[in-house]
């Protein structure tokens, strides 16, 4: 299939001889065209773009040759283009659409009716700018995003600066899957203004880019459309870990350990930072385990604490974002005449209470019953004696 694609591009290729000086006995200059209708193609993904193009014009004796051609992109504040060397007649990647786009192609021949060595076209230039409209504080700003526990992704916003009153914000996101770029369909609202999405569960969306812009409608003014790019498991936040132990194995061997939060996020994924205090020195240490072995600095430290949080792990994310710290777990030298004395002496009472209450209370259920039985023999003795 490929193959029948070459040969037909192969056609258009352009092989102009022309015979050099007569040192050069059969010296051949050969040249091709550039690709036609290179164009930058906006599908309405918020920022996915195509870049597409067709062959060369021309020509023929070229059944041998390879065509390619390298492409060449970047948003315009870049300093570095993107290179790709491609033999389709289409690329797609993402782009940031707050800045300009553009692209450059050249059509490239190689194999044996080059002689071996490499011939290139002239480039074709294509750019691309979704129309600049409303000044540049009319952008929302502080824009965050947060997929929760890798299930809920929430996003907030402020207000652009100098807006007019009527001037309300709408979200739209689109990643690779969704035929079209969808619009948020549970707004978080503050004073009557869209300030943030709860987005709906979202199918596979992980480890591709999540477009999101974020634009606005006004009857006095245009507002700026911003534009995000980001992938969702570099932005889970987790729960934190929960069920933290100290075990004071001998005198100074200490095992620390604690519960994987719960949810989606595979196990292998964490890490753990973990701050760990003896009396009064604090220390922090990361591991990629759900426990820890630790030394006591000192033989006579009264109390050890410990707290732990957790992110996802570079095998998992590019980056992540710290969960809130665990609670504190604590050991005390003596803990258990604390646990004696504290709840234990306190528990005892309470017992010692309840017990004397109800042989109180049963006592008298006893007297009273005695009552009873007394007043019923002595009817019933009664009723003997009459007979
Ligand atoms: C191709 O290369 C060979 C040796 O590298 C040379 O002898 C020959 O003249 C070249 N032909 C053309 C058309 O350039
Ligand atoms: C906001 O963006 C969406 C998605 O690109 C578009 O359909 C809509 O017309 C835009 N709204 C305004 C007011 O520009
Ligand atoms: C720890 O305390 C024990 C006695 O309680 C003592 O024998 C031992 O040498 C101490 N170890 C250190 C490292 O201080």
């Avoid at 930058?40 to 067709?54: A, N, R, S, T």
């Avoid at 943030?196 to 409608?217: A, H």
């Amino acid at each position: 299939m490929d193959l029948i694609h070459l040969d037909l591009r192969c056609l258009y290729a352009i092989v102009i001889c022309t015979a050099f000086g007569s040192t050069h006995s059969s010296n051949a200059e050969i040249k091709v065209n550039p690709p036609q209708d290179f164009e930058i193609v906006d599908p309405g993904y918020l920022g996915y773009l195509y870049l597409q193009w067709q062959p060369p014009l021309f020509l023929d004796n070229c059944k041998e040759c390879m065509v390619e051609y390298e492409l060449k992109y970047r948003n315009t504040d870049s300093e570095n283009w993107k290179t790709i060397i491609t033999k389709n007649l289409h690329y797609k990647d993402g782009f940031d659409l707050n800045k300009g786009v553009e692209a450059k192609i050249h059509t490239l021949l190689r194999g044996q009716c080059t002689n071996g060595s490499e011939v290139q076209s002239s480039w074709s230039e294509a750019t691309y700018w979704t129309s600049p409209q409303g000044n540049l504080e009319t952008k929302v700003w502080d824009m965050n995003c947060i997929y929760y526990n890798w299930q809920y992704l929430l996003c907030s916003w402020k207000l652009g600066t100098g807006v007019h009153f009527d001037t309300n914000y709408n979200l739209f996101y689109w990643y690779e899957g969704l035929d079209h770029a969808l619009q948020c369909a549970d707004y978080i609202q503050g004073n009557g203004k869209n300030i943030g999405c709860r987005f709906p569960y979202l199918e596979s969306p992980d480890y591709k880019d999540f477009y999101i812009c974020v634009n606005g409608s006004s009857k006095s003014q245009l507002i700026r459309p911003s534009y995000f790019i980001f992938q969702l498991q570099n932005i889970v936040k987790s729960l934190p870990p929960d069920y933290l132990s100290i075990i004071v194995k001998d005198s100074d061997e200490i095992n620390l350990k604690w519960n994987i939060p719960n949810g989606p996020i595979p196990s292998k994924c964490f890490i753990y930072e973990i701050k760990f205090t003896e009396d009064d020195t604090t220390w922090v240490t990361t591991t990629f385990e759900n426990e820890i072995y630790v030394r006591r600095a000192s033989n006579e430290s009264q109390q050890l604490c410990f707290l732990v949080r957790n992110r996802m792990n570079i095998y998992c994310s590019d980056d992540g974002i710290w969960s809130e710290w665990s609670d504190t777990q604590c050991w005390r030298d003596g803990m258990w005449k604390e646990i004696l004395l504290f709840f234990l002496i306190p528990f005892a009472f309470v017992l010692i209470f309840i017990l004397l209450i109800s042989c109180l209370l049963t006592s008298k259920q006893k007297a009273l019953l005695k009552m009873m039985f007394h007043t019923k023999q002595e009817v019933f003795s009664h009723q003997e004696t009459l007979c």
